[in-house]
């Protein structure tokens, strides 16, 4: 079993929509989640981090984390078609571990 | 905020030869750099953990003798290809972190090996 894991993809939304984001993971022991944002041929860059269940909401941007499920999922509300780009889930513990990404199209 | 500069963006190298690449943190003191490979259409792997001082820790299938890590300040790390072949070709990317959860990106450095 991958360590993180996003299996949905591509993802193509219509402009102002919502485009709901999952990943799971394997190892219970981590404390730390972030959601990544890569342009193509570019570096990551943060989009959110979420330590504790539940909600957290930064703008646009909700990070839901469920550990007892094993499962961090990021909401975008009113999809922009700049927000296209993969989105990469990873899981800290004493290194940040990726997950293969998820490509969402936000279509004008 | 954080910055971390990584040096060349790009490069072009004949096989055999060897590349290094530079990642520095500009404004803070990384305890931590980790080197990472990723390759098109896929996810960042990580090959590499350095940490200041001592010796770095390579995730399974990376070979040390290839991909030569030096840490040699909190703010420098080095990663050199050495005796470059095709298959290296790949976008590398260096993250250091300064404590806690901070991780904090290269702008990454793409790698054509010829």
């Known amino acids: 079993q991958k360590e993180v894991e996003q299996n949905s993809g591509p993802l193509s939304v219509p402009e102002g929509a919502i485009a709901s984001l999952n990943c799971t993971y394997s190892d219970r022991g981590s404390q730390s989640f972030f959601w990544y944002r890569q342009y193509s041929g570019k570096s990551p860059e943060l989009i959110m981090f979420?330590?504790?269940?539940g909600d957290k909401e930064d703008g646009r941007f909700t990070a839901q984390l469920n550990k007892a499920s094993q499962y961090v999922s990021l909401l975008i509300r009113d999809s922009q078609p700049s927000d296209s780009a993969t989105y990469l889930c990873?899981?800290?513990?004493?290194?940040?571990?990726f997950g293969k990404g998820i490509t969402l199209s936000v279509r004008p | 905020g954080a910055v971390v500069s990584q040096h060349p963006s790009w490069v072009i190298c004949k096989s055999g030869t060897s590349v290094k690449i530079e990642c520095r943190s500009l404004d803070f003191q990384a305890t931590t750099m980790f080197w990472y490979r990723q390759f098109p259409k896929q996810s960042l792997m990580l090959m590499a953990t350095?940490?200041?001082?001592?010796?770095?820790?390579?995730e399974q299938g990376v070979e040390k003798d290839k991909f030569l890590i030096n840490h040699a300040s909190l703010t420098l790390s080095t990663l050199t290809v050495t005796s470059a072949h095709p298959e290296d070709s790949s976008f590398y990317i260096c993250?250091?972190?300064?404590?806690?959860?901070?991780?904090?990106f290269g702008s990454g450095t793409r790698l054509t090996v010829v």
């Open positions: 979420i330590y504790s269940n």
């Open positions: 350095s940490n200041e001082g001592s010796k770095a820790t390579y």
């Open positions: 990873a899981v800290a513990n004493s290194k940040l571990t």
């Open positions: 993250s250091a972190r300064e404590g806690g959860d901070g991780y904090t």
